[in-house]
């Protein structure tokens, strides 16, 4: 089911650097990550793929000089899940490691 406003509000805090932005009328997760240069960032979207596909959940990805957006929401429940907390969570671990 989808996060209620009131879970959305407690799991947001959870994760800092994302968020919620409305697009195509569903609620989604959003964090910009920086790098210093491409390849940096190629390896890091790399390793978000493979975390989506080991999920079976993926994000769109937008690949740029120095910079990927990534943005989680669940297609079935058009919006936000559980579940879409805990991938950004993970994107955060990547992005750290």
Do not use: C
Not at 35 to 55: G, H, I, M, P, R
């Amino acid at each position: 089911p989808k996060v209620t406003d009131d879970e959305l509000v407690e799991l947001i805090k959870e994760i800092p650097d994302w968020k919620t932005i409305t697009e195509e009328s569903m609620l989604r997760l959003r964090r910009v990550f920086e790098f210093q240069d491409y390849s940096s960032a190629v390896q890091f979207t790399n390793k978000v793929a493979d975390l989506a596909e080991q999920e079976d959940h993926h994000p769109a990805i937008l690949l740029e000089w120095g910079k990927v957006e990534v943005t989680w929401w669940t297609h079935k429940i058009l919006g936000l899940h559980m579940n879409d907390f805990i991938a950004a969570a993970k994107t955060d671990l990547i992005f750290n490691q």
